[in-house]
């Protein structure tokens, strides 16, 4: 009797728990997606370019460096 109680609960929840997953299609909720998605890949493209260009200038920075015969100071410990 006990395990005919827990099986009955469980399988309301897990219908429960299928009925909620249908909120993903509401289309309030896909334009929520969406203009996040909008305003979020945009940024992360900048991040990425400005992430580039810092990379570039400090790689272009310690072949100049190293080309003129400037050399780190902690190298010479």
Do not use: N
């Not at 909720?29 to 990379?55: D, E, F, K, N």
């Amino acid at each position: 009797m006990f395990a005919q109680i827990l099986t009955t609960s469980h399988q309301q929840a897990v219908s429960e728990a299928a009925d909620k997953s249908h909120r993903g299609f509401d289309p309030a909720a896909r334009l929520v997606q969406i203009s996040l998605a909008v305003l979020l890949i945009p940024a992360l493209a900048t991040m990425l370019v400005v992430g580039g260009v810092g990379v570039a200038v400090v790689g272009a920075a310690t072949v100049f460096a190293r080309a003129a015969g400037w050399e780190d100071s902690s190298s010479q410990l």
